[in-house]
C-alpha cells in the first residue's frame, strides 16, 4: 500500500489571495505559495498574511516551497516564512528575482534556485514528494503549473492560468504536456476558481494593444495610464501605444519603477533609447509628448496614483486636457477606493478611460471555457478547485461535474484533502488556520488579532473612557467615575444614567474587590456596557482606569 498523501489549505481556499498549500506524505511536507492579501477594512494593517504556525511547528520536516509565479498573493508571505523555515525556494525566473529583492529588503538570506518549464525537483533529498514545472500564460512573466508527483499519484496544480492561444511574449501554456500527463494519469487537479463564475473565454492579451492606442487618439495633454506593475506584457503593450504618438515614458511609484527596472534588466521588457524619461523631463516637455506609467490601480490611500489624484504629489500634478486611463480590473471589495480617486481625478479636470471598447484590460485567469479544456486534457480522477472564494469554487466544481468528473472536492482554508488507497476525502478543520494582519515594512511583527478586533469595535461604536479614583487605603470612591466618549453617538444624554450604573456596580462589590484596582476596573468595563446593552444601543470599547491616591 502507498502512503496517504494529504493537501491543506492554510491560505486561498475561500478567499481571493493568500495562497498557501501543503502537500504532506509519510513524514515530509513541500509548501506550494505563500502569499498575502490586502485588508478590505481600514484596520491599520498594509498586509493580511496567512498564520504559518502550524508549518513552523513542523519546520524539520518542509523540504521544499514550489512558487508557481510572482504575484504577492502567491509570494508575498515568504519573509515571514523563511524568517525560521531554511529551505531552498523553487520558482521560475522572473518570480525569483522578485522574492530576491523583498527578501533582501527584509534582511533575510534564502536558498533560492531557478526552475525552467520541464525542470523537475524533489523536496527535499529523501522525500516522496516533487515537482515538475509547466509552462503556463498569466499576467506575470514565467508563471507555472506544477505535476507534483507522489506516491498516491499525480497531482496537477495549474497555478493562475489562462489558456492565451496569443501571448505578447509568445510563451504558449503546455498543453501538449498536460494532455500527456492526463494520459498517465492524473490522481488529483487542484484548478484556478478565479473566473469560475464567468462564461466563455478570457480576452488574449494582445487584444488589448487596440484599445490601448484607441485610449491615446486624439489625447491633448499627458496620459497617465494606471496598471498592474506586474503585467509586464502589458507595460510592453502601453509603450508600444505611447510610441505611436510619440511619446516618451516615464514611471511613477515606487512599485512602478522597480518592476519595470527590473523586467528591463532581465530582457522581459524593452524600449528605444529615446522612450524612456524620468519625471523631469516630463514637467519639462510640452503635456503631448508624455506618457505616465503609474501604480495604485485599487485606489491603495498611499498609492502614487491616490496622491495624484489628491493633488499631493511632490513630482507631478493632473489636470485639465490630462487622461488618466485605467487598464486593470477593480478587485471586488475596492470599489469605494477607487471610486473616490476618480472623483478626484474629475475634479482635477482629468478625462478617464475605463471600461470601454476596445476593452483597456483583459484577465490573466481562465473562464469557465478555459477552464473546462483543462479538465478535459487533465482527465482527473478527482476535482479540487483552487484560489477563489466559495461561491467560485462551487461553481468550478459544477464545471468539473459537466465534465464528467466523478470525485469533487470542495474544500476551505483549515481543510485537508486525503488521497490513500481507497480513494480522496476531504477532512474539515484538520490544520489549524488563521489571519496575521501586518505592516508591509514588517511582517514579523505582525498586530495581534485582538488588537484588530478593538480596531473593529472602535470604528463600529466608538470609545468610552471611564476613570475612577479611590482611597488606596479604603477602595472609597474619591472622585468619579468620569467619562469622556471618542466617537459614541448621543453620549451627552447618556452620561447621568452610565455615571449611576457604574456607581451601583461599585457598591455592590465586596470589601476585598473593592481593594483590587483590576477588580474594580472590571467592574467598570461591565457596568458601562451593561448600560448601552440595556438601552438598546451599540456597545462601544470600554477603557476603564483606576487612580489610587
Request: glycine share 10%; with cysteine.
Amino acid at each position: 500500500m502507498a502512503p496517504p498523501v494529504r493537501v491543506a489549505a492554510l491560505g486561498g481556499l475561500g478567499e481571493i489571495g493568500m495562497n498557501c498549500l501543503a502537500v504532506e506524505c509519510d513524514g515530509r511536507i513541500a509548501v506550494v505559495d505563500c502569499g498575502l492579501l490586502f485588508p478590505d477594512e481600514p484596520v491599520g494593517a498594509d498586509v493580511v498574511v496567512p498564520d504559518l504556525a502550524w508549518l513552523r511547528e513542523r519546520a524539520p520536516r518542509v523540504g521544499a516551497v514550489f512558487l508557481t509565479h510572482g504575484h504577492e498573493d502567491h509570494i508575498g508571505a515568504l519573509p515571514l516564512l523563511l524568517r525560521d523555515l531554511k529551505v531552498p525556494v523553487y520558482a521560475p525566473r522572473f518570480a525569483l528575482e522578485l522574492v530576491r529583492r523583498r527578501l533582501g529588503e527584509a534582511g533575510i538570506e534564502a536558498d533560492l534556485r531557478e526552475v525552467r518549464p520541464g525542470d523537475v525537483r524533489r523536496a527535499g533529498e529523501d522525500s516522496p514528494l516533487s515537482a515538475e514545472f509547466l509552462a503556463v500564460t498569466h499576467s506575470i512573466p514565467d508563471a507555472c503549473g506544477l505535476a507534483l508527483g507522489t506516491p498516491q499519484g499525480t497531482l496537477l496544480h495549474s497555478g493562475d492560468f489562462k489558456i492565451d492561444e496569443a501571448p505578447v511574449d509568445g510563451r504558449a501554456m503546455d498543453l501538449d504536456r498536460i494532455e500527456a500527463l492526463g494520459r498517465g494519469g492524473v490522481r488529483l487537479l487542484l484548478s484556478d476558481s478565479t473566473n469560475a463564475d464567468k462564461a466563455g473565454r478570457s480576452l488574449s492579451e494582445s487584444a488589448v494593444g487596440a484599445g490601448l492606442e484607441a485610449a491615446f487618439e486624439g489625447a491633448r495633454g499627458r496620459v497617465f495610464v494606471a496598471c498592474f506593475a506586474s503585467n509586464v506584457h502589458r507595460l510592453q503593450q502601453i509603450s508600444g501605444a505611447a510610441r505611436g504618438f510619440g511619446r516618451r515614458v516615464a514611471l511613477l511609484g515606487r512599485s512602478m519603477e522597480e518592476n519595470v527596472r527590473l523586467s528591463l534588466a532581465l530582457g522581459y521588457l524593452s524600449f528605444p533609447p529615446w522612450q524612456l524619461c524620468s519625471l523631469a523631463d516630463v514637467r519639462a516637455a510640452p503635456p503631448a509628448e508624455s506618457c505616465v506609467l503609474v501604480s495604485g490601480t485599487q485606489g491603495e490611500p498611499r498609492s502614487a496614483l491616490a496622491r495624484l489624484a489628491r493633488g499631493e504629489h511632490p513630482e507631478l500634478a493632473v489636470g485639465p486636457g490630462d487622461r488618466v486611463v485605467f487598464s486593470a480590473r477593480l478587485i471586488p471589495g475596492n470599489e469605494r477606493a477607487l471610486h473616490r480617486v476618480m472623483n478626484d481625478l474629475a475634479r482635477a479636470g482629468a478625462e478617464l478611460f475605463h471600461d470601454r471598447e476596445p476593452p483597456l484590460h483583459a484577465s490573466g485567469h481562465a473562464q469557465e471555457e478555459e477552464q473546462r479544456r483543462l479538465i478535459r486534457l487533465a482527465r482527473p480522477a478527482a476535482f479540487l478547485p483552487i484560489h477563489g472564494e466559495y461561491r467560485q469554487l462551487a461553481r468550478h466544481a459544477a464545471h468539473a461535474a459537466a465534465e464528467g468528473v466523478a470525485a469533487r472536492l470542495l474544500a476551505v482554508d483549515g481543510d485537508a484533502v486525503e488521497l490513500d488507497d481507497g480513494g480522496a476525502r476531504v477532512l474539515r478543520g484538520a490544520v489549524p488556520v488563521g489571519r496575521v494582519y501586518a505592516d508591509r515594512d514588517s511582517l514579523g511583527q505582525g498586530i495581534a488579532e485582538v488588537v484588530v478586533r478593538d480596531r473593529r469595535l472602535l470604528a463600529e461604536a466608538g470609545l468610552v473612557l471611564c476613570v475612577l479614583a479611590v482611597d488606596r487605603g479604603t477602595g472609597a470612591v474619591v472622585r468619579g467615575p468620569e467619562l469622556f466618549a471618542v466617537g459614541v453617538a448621543g453620549f451627552e444624554g447618556a452620561v447621568p444614567g452610565v455615571r449611576a450604573e457604574a456607581l451601583a456596580a461599585l457598591a455592590a462589590m465586596t470589601g476585598p474587590a473593592r481593594g483590587d484596582p483590576a477588580e474594580v476596573e472590571e467592574a467598570l468595563r461591565a457596568a458601562v456596557r451593561r448600560w448601552f446593552r440595556r438601552e438598546g444601543l451599540r456597545r462601544p470599547s470600554v477603557l476603564p482606569v483606576v487612580l489610587e491616591l
